[in-house]
C-alpha cells in the first residue's frame, strides 16, 4: 500500500517506519523542514530503540520524508493524521492542528483515499473530519475516514506497533475496512514475523496479532477509555499502597496477591509517586471533558486525577520527614524522565517533585541516564548541579531520592551508594528495592505501601511502621 503519515513526532515517525518496515510505500510529511532535513539524513530526533534501525533499513527506499502535505498525499491510498493534540486550557484536546492538515488535504486529494486519524482525539473527532474534508473541497466519494488509535508506549514505541496486544480499526464502511485490513496484514497474518530480518520481540508473542473492527466512534472510545483506564489501575494501587504503608502492609506482596488474578493483571500495579507523560495526564483530563460535554460527569477519572497529584505531596512530605528541615539541604536525585528508558520530561513526577524541593530552599544534585540536556531547559539554574552519575549524585548529599524508574537505579553498588553520602538515607519513589536489602546495607529506606528499611543499629531508635524517620506518619493534605 502507499501510504502518507502527517506528522513526524512520537507517533507519526514511529508508524511511519514501522509501516515501512512491513513492507509499504511510505511517505513521513511533517511542516518543520528542520526535522525533516534531519530524517532525511538519518538522524532520528526521539529516544527510542528501533528507529535508529528502521530507518537506515528503509530511508531511499520504501521510506521517504517532505514537508508539502499537497504532494505527498495526492497518490496514496491512505493518510494517517499523527499531528499533536495538546491539552486546552479548558481541559479538552486541541484539535487545531488536525483541523489544519485538513483543510490540506481536502485541498489535495485526487482519487479515493482513506483519512484516518491516529492521533489521540475525543470521540466523535472522525464526523467533524469528514465535514472539515467536505466543506473544503474533498469530494464526496472520493474519500471515507477511519480512526486507528495508536497504544504505543514510549521506550518501546516499535515492539508495541509491531506486536501489539490488538490492533483497533474504527471504519464505518467496507470498502474502509478492507483497506485497513490489508495495511495490517503482515501483522494479523504473522507473515512478518516469519521474515528472518523482523525486528525480535524478547518475551512470549502471539503468531498473528489480534485485529478488532469496531466503528469509528467506538474505536475514537476504546482510545481514551484505555488510557484513563490504566491511569485508574496506577491511582488506586497508590491509594491502596497509601493505606499498606498506614497498616504495616507490604504494596508489593498487595500487588502480588492481587495482581495474579487474571480478570486484574500484574501490569500497571506499580506502586509510586503518580503517572505522568505526554499521554495519561492530558488524555484523563480530555476525557473528562468529553464526557463533561455529554452530560455525565465522570467524577471516578476526577479522584484519578487527584489521587495522583496527592502522591507527589504525599512523597514531599516524607523527604521532610526523613530529613526534618528541607532549607540548605543537598539532596542527590536519581530520574527526570516521566519513566525510564526515555527522555521525555513532560508532566515528569520528577521534575514536578524537584521544583518543589527548590522552592523549600534545597539545593540538588541530579542524574539521568537520557533525559538530562532536556531537563536542563527547564528548570533553573539556580540550587541543581548535574551529576556524572548514580554515585556522583549521592555523594555529600543529605539524602538520595530515586524519582524515575530507570533499569539502571535498580542495580546500584548500595556499599558505593552509602559510602557517598552524608547521610545514609535513601527515598525511593519507584519501590525499586527491598527495604530489608537497604537495611542490610546500612541504609534508611523510605518507599511507598511498605515498613522503611532501618539498618540494625538503628533499629530501637527509628521506627519502621512508619515512613518519617522522625515517626511522624505521612498523612494525606489533600483538602475535603
Ligand atoms: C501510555 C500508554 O501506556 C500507551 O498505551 C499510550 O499509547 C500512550 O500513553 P507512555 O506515556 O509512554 O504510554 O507510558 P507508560 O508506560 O504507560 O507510563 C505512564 C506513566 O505511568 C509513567 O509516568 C509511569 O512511571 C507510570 N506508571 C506506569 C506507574 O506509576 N505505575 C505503573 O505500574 C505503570
Redesign the pocket.
Known amino acids: 500500500m502507499r501510504i502518507a503519515v502527517i506528522g513526524s513526532g512520537y507517533?507519526g515517525l514511529v508508524s511511519a517506519v514501522c509501516f515501512a518496515e512491513i513492507g509499504h510505500d511510505v511517505v513521513s510529511v511533517d511542516n518543520d523542514s528542520a526535522k525533516i532535513a534531519a530524517l532525511e539524513r538519518g538522524e532520528v530526533p526521539i529516544h527510542e530503540h528501533h528507529p535508529p534501525e528502521l530507518l537506515k533499513r528503509h530511508r531511499g527506499g520504501r521510506l521517504r520524508f517532505s514537508t508539502s502535505i499537497d504532494k505527498s498525499v495526492k497518490d496514496v491510498d491512505a493518510v494517517f493524521i499523527t499531528v499533536g493534540t495538546p491539552q486546552s486550557e479548558t481541559g479538552e484536546a486541541d484539535l487545531s492542528f488536525v483541523e489544519a492538515v485538513a483543510y490540506e488535504i481536502a485541498a489535495a486529494i485526487e482519487r479515493p483515499t482513506l483519512i484516518v486519524e491516529k492521533s489521540?482525539v475525543p470521540v466523535r473527532t472522525c464526523d467533524s473530519l469528514r465535514k472539515t474534508l467536505l466543506l473544503n473541497g474533498a469530494k464526496s466519494g472520493t474519500f471515507s475516514v477511519a480512526s486507528n488509535?495508536?497504544?504505543?508506549?514510549?521506550?518501546?514505541?516499535v515492539l508495541?506497533f509491531l506486536y501489539p496486544d490488538r490492533i483497533v480499526v474504527g471504519v464505518d464502511d467496507e470498502t474502509s475496512a478492507k483497506i485497513m485490513q490489508e495495511i495490517y496484514a503482515p501483522l494479523t497474518t504473522g507473515s512478518y514475523y516469519s521474515n528472518k530480518d523482523a525486528i525480535k520481540f524478547d518475551g512470549p508473542t502471539a503468531p498473528k496479532a489480534r485485529i478488532i473492527v469496531t466503528n469509528a466512534k467506538s474505536a475514537e472510545l476504546i482510545?481514551h477509555a484505555?488510557?484513563a483506564f490504566?491511569?485508574m489501575?496506577?491511582s488506586f494501587?497508590?491509594a491502596v499502597a497509601n493505606i499498606s504503608e498506614a497498616v504495616g502492609a507490604d504494596i508489593t506482596q498487595v500487588c502480588a496477591g492481587i495482581g495474579s488474578d487474571t480478570r486484574i493483571g500484574s501490569?500497571?500495579?506499580?506502586?509510586?509517586?503518580?503517572?505522568?507523560?505526554?499521554?495519561?495526564p492530558k488524555?484523563v483530563q480530555a476525557f473528562h471533558a468529553v464526557a463533561m460535554q455529554c452530560g455525565y460527569d465522570f467524577g471516578l477519572l476526577t479522584e484519578v486525577m487527584q489521587i495522583n497529584e496527592e502522591q507527589r505531596r504525599r512523597f514531599l512530605k516524607k523527604v521532610r520527614s526523613a530529613l526534618w528541615t528541607l532549607r540548605g539541604k543537598q539532596l542527590g536525585v536519581l530520574g527526570l524522565a516521566?519513566?525510564?528508558d526515555?527522555d521525555?520530561i513532560r508532566?515528569?513526577?520528577a521534575i514536578a517533585i524537584i521544583e518543589a524541593l527548590l522552592k523549600e530552599g534545597c539545593s540538588v544534585k541530579v542524574f539521568d541516564p537520557a533525559a538530562t540536556s532536556r531537563a536542563k531547559e527547564t528548570l533553573p539554574q539556580k540550587g541543581v548541579t548535574y551529576a556524572n552519575d548514580p554515585y556522583d549524585a549521592a555523594t555529600g548529599s543529605d539524602a538520595l531520592l530515586i524519582l524515575?524508574?530507570w533499569k539502571e537505579f535498580a542495580q546500584l553498588d548500595l556499599a558505593k551508594l552509602h559510602a557517598g553520602l552524608k547521610y545514609p538515607i535513601v527515598l525511593d519513589g519507584?519501590n525499586l528495592y527491598r527495604p530489608e536489602q537497604m537495611a542490610a546495607a546500612g541504609l534508611i529506606y523510605h518507599s511507598i505501601g511498605r515498613a522503611s528499611g532501618v539498618p540494625e543499629h538503628m533499629a530501637g531508635v527509628l521506627d519502621r511502621t512508619h515512613s518519617g524517620v522522625d515517626g511522624t506518619p505521612v498523612t494525606s493534605t489533600r483538602r475535603q
Open positions: 507517533v489521540t488509535p495508536e497504544f504505543l508506549r514510549e521506550g518501546t514505541a508495541d482510545k484505555s488510557n490504566l491511569a489501575k496506577i494501587i497508590n501490569k500497571f500495579l506499580n506502586a509510586g509517586i503518580g503517572y505522568g507523560g505526554s499521554c495519561f488524555d516521566f519513566k525510564g526515555t521525555d508532566e515528569s513526577p524515575t524508574e519507584r
